[in-house]
Structures are given as C-alpha cells and as structure tokens.
Nanobody, 124 residues
Framework: QVRLVESGGGLVQAGGSLRLSCAAS????????MGWFRQAPGKEREFVAA????????DYSDSVKGRFTASRDNAKNTVYLQMNSLKPEDTVVYYC?????????????????WGQGTQVTVSS
C-alpha cells in the first residue's frame, strides 16, 4: 500500500513557476514508476509527465515538454514536478500516481495509487 500526498499548488501569474511535491508513504517507493496527471472539471484525466523508478527516464506530454520537469528523491520518498512558464490553460487539478512496475506509462489505468490532487491556478 502506498499513500500519496501532493502539495505546492496555488495561484501564480502567467509566466511564473510552481513546484509540486508528492510525498509517498509505504514501502518500496523506489521501485515504483511515478506519473503526474491533471484533470479539468468534466474532462478526462490527462497525462502530464512520468518518471522511472531511478529517475533516469522521463516522459512528457507535448503540451508541457520544455516547460515542466519531473524529478524524484527516493531517499525522501518524494517526487517533484517543476512547472515553469505557466500558462492559463495549465489551470487544473494535478495528481501524482504510483505504478508498481518499472516502466513509464501515459495511461491512468496503469497506475495503482493516486493522491488527492492539488489545485494550480494561473492568472492571465
């Protein structure tokens, strides 16, 4: 069992930055690939980024590539999403998720554990 708690969301002006954190409790965090997703009201959950168990491999959606960076600190059981050059269209709830396999995935159904989400609001 893995419990995930996101933090770091908030209100920022367009062009600004935020860093989301996802703290995990439970065993074997370092063996989980992690993902970041986001979801607007009434829409499907959208893939944002994924990072391998070691942090050596990452994957990003086209909409955030070059602006967002995923990283992890397995010693702290925490994964991060650094978000730069934020745009108003990045305004949604962001979720982190854990996958009990090593490979990266863009599919929400491939992730076993989810956090409660953190709201990011980007003003124009």
């Amino acid at each position: 069992q893995v419990r995930l708690v996101e933090s770091g969301g908030g209100l920022v002006q367009a062009g600004g930055s935020l860093r989301l954190s996802c703290a995990a409790s439970g065993r074997a965090f370092s063996s989980y690939a992690m993902g970041w997703f986001r979801q607007a009201p009434g829409k499907e959950r959208e893939f944002v980024a994924a990072i391998s168990w070691s942090g050596d491999s990452t994957d990003y959606s086209d909409s955030v590539k070059g602006r967002f960076t995923a990283s992890r600190d397995n010693a702290k059981n925490t994964v991060y999403l650094q978000m730069n050059s934020l745009k108003p269209e990045d305004t949604v709830v962001y979720y982190c998720a854990a996958r009990n396999l090593l490979g990266l995935s863009r599919e929400p159904s491939d992730y076993l554990y989810w956090g409660q989400g953190t709201q990011v609001t980007v003003s124009s």
